[in-house]
């Protein structure tokens, strides 16, 4: 690969090198891409990297050249890329997702094609083959709607950076192209085990890439062992049901468990089954669950709803159906109207900085 594209202009790598980046006329995605991919062809050997924050504030990693390449490698090996292939990649250089979809695109030989992230990368992207994409929910929701033929056109898409929402998962199923979720985080320099959305091999199983095995601690949570990357024994928050040593099903977040009267629920678990009950009451509304404290249960779920998508005139209505509907001790004690559910950079739900909002909605009552 001696050029790519960023936003429709053509960069030669030569320049890159022998230029001043300031001599660009970039915007701030441009200039931290353009930076990094600098930095990898001058031969950088140390990378550092910061988390999300989605569930606590965000640290910083470092990995070496080696370790990227290693997991770019893994990469290409899995979905069978070839030299010459296109890949597009539409997210921020600064995490983990982002940095490691620029260096596969080295590693691999691959034509890279870079646009600014936003909620539908593929809107100009014109009619241009593309045969890898790694994208957010956000993200290829968005496109469905409005670049569903592009986006169908794809020959592999990789969805990560958060949970599927069960609707969403069930409009990536009649997909032709092949759509795949996976199992990341930044500590594993992205994904270490993926399972397939749709086609014959659907599955709600994570398989483990090469190198990669699974066990588990006492709380029932997912602990990684990566022999490519020498990582001997990372313990996760993850909630899962093992398989076996190579495969899992995903349960819930650990931190985001609610011990509610000595009964443990998973948030992850009561927001799917929420999903379509509001959905029957016709709201739209983007939603989350969260554990406040309370003097007689310990703790005590509670719904954060986003005022825009849908009005919710009757808030012990819908308090009321949910009752009926969901499982006991799933039901929610309260509902909050908020101005919006805080996203972390990458799409996910901040909790704690919702959790801050309801705090200060429930202090000027």
Request: hydrophobic share 40%.
């Amino acid at each position: 690969m001696n050029s790519f594209t960023i936003n429709g202009k053509t960069v030669y790598l030569q320049q890159i090198l022998t230029q001043s980046i300031e001599s660009y006329n970039l915007n701030s995605f441009e200039l931290d891409t353009i930076t990094f991919i600098h930095n990898w062809i001058s031969g950088q050997q140390v990378f550092s990297i910061k988390t999300s924050g989605s569930t606590g504030p965000p640290r910083m990693f470092t990995f070496t050249r080696g370790q990227l390449e290693k997991s770019a490698i893994r990469t290409i090996s899995y979905f069978n890329l070839k030299p010459g292939d296109s890949i597009l990649t539409c997210l921020n250089p600064s995490f983990v997702a982002g940095m490691m979809m620029l260096v596969r695109a080295f590693v691999g030989k691959l034509k890279l094609i870079i646009v600014t992230p936003s909620s539908n990368p593929l809107a100009d992207i014109d009619n241009k083959k593309i045969d890898f994409v790694a994208l957010t929910p956000n993200q290829i929701d968005h496109a469905i709607e409005k670049s569903f033929y592009q986006l169908n056109q794809i020959n592999k898409i990789l969805v990560g950076g958060a949970n599927l929402h069960p609707d969403l998962e069930q409009k990536l199923s009649v997909f032709q192209t092949s759509v795949y979720h996976s199992y990341a985080m930044t500590e594993t320099l992205t994904h270490i085990a993926i399972r397939h959305v749709n086609g014959v091999a659907k599955s709600k199983i994570y398989h483990a890439l090469e190198g990669i095995s699974f066990s588990q601690d006492d709380r029932s949570c997912l602990i990684i062992h990566d022999s490519w990357l020498g990582i001997e024994k990372l313990t996760t928050n993850d909630i899962v049901e093992l398989i076996d040593e190579h495969s899992f099903e995903w349960i819930g977040r650990y931190d985001n468990v609610i011990n509610t009267g000595g009964i443990k629920i998973y948030t992850e678990e009561v927001e799917n089954e929420i999903r379509q009950i509001l959905h029957d009451l016709e709201l739209t509304n983007n939603y989350c669950i969260l554990s406040v404290p309370d003097p007689k249960l310990t703790n005590k779920m509670v719904l954060l709803i986003e005022s825009a998508g849908g009005t919710v005139t009757d808030k012990n209505a819908v308090l009321q159906v949910l009752k009926n509907r969901l499982p006991r001790y799933h039901n929610p004690k309260e509902i909050i109207l908020v101005p919006e559910i805080i996203l972390t950079a990458t799409g996910k739900i901040d909790r704690i900085r919702n959790a801050d909002m309801y705090l200060a909605n429930t202090n000027q009552k």
